[in-house]
């Protein structure tokens, strides 16, 4: 029997891995992070994420503390070869689903480090900065490593499993069978962030535009306080020695900007990539993040998607190290997550090609055939409706509502203080149901199960008829009735809600109930032990 340095040792320290590893401590597991850099890097990369991943930063209990990280995500415009608006992907109106705006704007550089500092409270955690992993082997029980720290000293570790969150060029992927997949999507493109003197922001744009000019393809996007980053796509005609100069630099941004009126904080030679793994787990080794996928920037979903990735893959993982599940359910993480990065990545390229088409005769066509398809008007659509439920896994897709996003409202709980309900036993299945004239013959059939109930009530008296039946019942009151709007919309009773909040299975009636009984069970035998 092997002695384990840690349950999981996590390769990677940007958002996704410290997240990640937040996750896995607070549920309990012995955690090791090896990150090859001694600090944060400096420079902003994402400069946004959604909903759904602040939910997951709310498990770890940093929503909050991010508040100085963040601002507010504008919706995007598409202006046409002639500056005309041709397109508009418009943030959520509320009230909001998850209760946390839509989308947020941040400072990655700052966030990270506030993730890190969240860390240091947690004495299951151990981080270990300047340590470049260099080999990496497996056995059946194990996951053994070496790395090097900045002083050349050697280190040997032994962990259960290891997951890789080092980035696009990551050396946990190398060292497994897995193989990117291209979506055919390579493109040069050059990055620009900028401090902008106060004076100066005034006359920029307000919101988020893609400038789909022929001549030149380029991107603006408002980030917090002082910083507005430019994107512009690099041409064969561009002195490729010089992308990155000063002077290149402020030739591209001279419609904006004197060099009197900013700084450049950073900037970057990128190529745009939609590459996704084909396999994310390797018996004890498994891909999180940019490891296994790269999108284009289009959705803004490329941190959003690793943040789902750690949601997805922490549950199953601590309860196959807890044996609470065999390590079967290890593979549903890539049956549920690759799908799900695929379609979301083709839509980015789509989006994308919106903006990039290069001839003026094609530029002109694709205007004229959105002005039609808009009936006169630029089209409209939700950014946050564009993203996709899950389609395959852990669901009973005979139910309504199966694979998709559980909302998540305010509540007020019995002793009078007003929660996010995710703040309701963290991390574990839950059936969410409304007092109705069937909640006696629901909790009578969902109490077997030692699953938490969540009972929607418009005042707790309404609660003690059923208290003495299930002593895991737990009665809320909505403030902001976003699962009562969610239910109406479906005609649901209720739903079993998963651990990372997407909703197993929805049922409109009692026989309905049973029947998602019946399919979860089905599902406890085949990943339980």
């Not at 904006?256 to 450049?264: Q, R, T, V």
């Not at 003495?468 to 809320?476: F, G, S």
């Amino acid at each position: 029997m092997f002695n384990f340095d840690f349950d999981v040792s996590i390769v990677g320290y940007g958002p996704v891995g410290s997240t990640f590893a937040a996750l896995l401590a607070d549920m309990g597991l012995k955690v090791g992070v090896f990150e090859k850099n001694e600090d944060v890097y400096p420079k902003p990369r994402a400069v946004g994420f959604d909903h759904d991943a602040m939910r997951i930063f709310q498990q770890i209990n940093c929503a909050e503390l991010f508040r100085p990280a963040l601002s507010d995500f504008k919706s995007t415009v598409y202006l046409g070869a002639s500056g005309q608006i041709i397109q508009k992907i418009l943030t959520l109106s509320p009230p909001f689903p998850l209760t946390w705006e839509p989308h947020f704007n941040c400072d990655q550089p700052l966030l990270e480090s506030l993730i890190r500092e969240s860390n240091t409270s947690r004495s299951n955690l151990t981080v270990f900065l300047d340590h470049e992993i260099k080999v990496c082997n497996q056995s059946s029980d194990a996951v053994h490593f070496s790395c090097v720290d900045g002083k050349g000293l050697i280190h040997n570790f032994r962990s259960r499993y290891m997951v890789g969150c080092d980035g696009a060029s990551s050396f946990v992927r190398k060292s497994t069978n897995s193989k990117l997949e291209s979506f055919d999507y390579d493109q040069h493109w050059i990055v620009v962030d900028m401090k902008i003197d106060e004076e100066v922001l005034e006359r920029l744009p307000k919101t988020n535009i893609q400038f789909c000019e022929p001549e030149r393809p380029s991107t603006y996007i408002v980030c917090p306080k002082n910083h507005r980053r430019w994107e512009f796509m690099a041409l064969e005609t561009d002195p490729k020695e010089e992308l990155l100069s000063e002077d290149f630099i402020w030739g591209l941004l001279k419609r904006w900007l004197k060099p009197s009126e900013a700084k450049i904080w950073r900037s970057a030679s990128y190529r745009f990539h939609a590459l996704v793994a084909d396999e994310w787990l390797d018996e004890r080794v498994l891909l999180c993040g940019d490891a296994a996928h790269q999108t284009p920037p289009f959705m803004g979903q490329g941190m959003c998607q690793g943040i789902r990735d750690a949601g997805n893959l922490a549950w199953k993982l601590s309860g196959v190290i807890k044996k609470e599940f065999e390590p079967n359910i290890l593979k549903t993480y890539t049956n549920e997550r690759r799908p799900h990065v695929i379609e979301t990545t083709v839509l980015a390229k789509k989006l994308g090609e919106i903006l990039t088409i290069r001839d003026p005769v094609k530029a002109a066509a694709r205007d004229e055939g959105m002005h039609i398809q808009g009936q006169g008007k630029p089209i409209e659509m939700v950014r946050q409706n564009l993203i996709p439920p899950l389609r395959s896994g852990i669901f009973d897709f005979v139910a309504p509502g199966a694979g998709e996003v559980f909302p998540q409202p305010i509540v007020q709980i019995e002793n009078g203080l007003e929660i996010l309900m995710d703040d309701i036993e963290k991390f574990k299945f839950r059936f969410v149901i409304q007092n109705n004239p069937s909640c006696h013959s629901l909790i009578h059939l969902f109490k077997e199960l030692d699953i938490p109930i969540v009972l929607l009530v418009s005042n707790f008296l309404e609660a003690l008829e059923y208290k003495n039946e299930c002593l895991k019942l737990i009665p809320v009151i909505e403030v902001n009735g976003a699962v009562s709007r969610y239910f109406q919309n479906r005609d649901l009773l209720g739903a079993l809600v998963r651990p990372d909040h997407y909703v197993y299975a929805g049922f409109l009636e009692l026989d309905g109930a049973k029947g998602v009984l019946k399919s979860f069970r089905e599902h406890k035998a085949q990943f339980s032990i």
